[in-house]
């Protein structure tokens, strides 16, 4: 029974493990595609099509900071996920956007 027991454990580990590192590449993803609209929207003449893209960035910017408050972060990662938080603030803060949530939170 104990063998069973471990090899349950073991592989409930390896799912959660398998969980957080589909959750970081989430939010890198999501992050990515945020700078992506944002540098759309900067580089439109079209005032639809840049309102569209800073609403689309703001949208993935805010899922990405949703998940990153739960996301286990090794300090690489968060190091990468900071610059690109604070590239993407400045890039929002630039289209207009006011009100951006901070990345506080992760563990």
């Not at 990153?68 to 610059?83: F, N, V």
Request: aromatic share 6%; net charge positive.
């Amino acid at each position: 029974m104990k063998n069973g027991f471990q090899r349950i454990w073991r592989d409930a580990i390896e799912l959660r493990d398998q969980v957080e590192a589909t959750k970081v590449q989430f939010i890198l993803t999501e992050l990515d595609v945020a700078l992506t609209f944002c540098h759309r929207a900067a580089s439109t003449n079209d005032d639809e099509n840049a309102r569209r893209n800073t609403r689309n960035a703001r949208k993935a910017y805010d899922c990405a900071t949703h998940f990153l408050a739960s996301a286990e972060l090794t300090p690489k990662i968060r190091k990468d996920i900071e610059h690109k938080v604070k590239r993407l603030k400045s890039l929002l803060r630039s289209l207009g956007e006011a009100d951006i949530r901070d990345f506080k939170g992760a563990k």
